[in-house]
């Protein structure tokens, strides 16, 4: 099971620099940089709302669940 982020694809959408986004939300650009790389191991609900606000979108638009290929 592995979740893809896809934040880089929703600030281009919005034309939003990470630095902007990360003013938005309140969290540090190491802690972005970590979530934008897929080496989080979890991720707070609250932190995760104020990144859908920031960006207007739904949590689906920015995580993605994909599969094991071996199941």
């Known amino acids: 099971m592995e979740i893809i982020i896809h ?9 939003m620099s990470v630095t902007e ?4 939300v309140g969290i540090t ?3 972005l940089s970590i979530l934008k790389n897929g ?7 609250s932190t995760l709302a104020a990144i ?7 949590p ?6 994909v599969p094991d290929e071996d199941n």
């Open 29 to 31: 650009m190491a802690n």
């Open 60 to 65: 689906g638009d920015i995580l993605e669940y």
């Open 7 to 15: 934040i880089d694809v929703m600030l281009a959408k919005r034309k």
């Open 52 to 58: 859908c606000k920031a960006l207007d979108c739904q």
């Open 39 to 45: 080496k989080a191991k979890a991720i707070r609900f």
């Open 21 to 24: 986004l990360t003013e938005k």
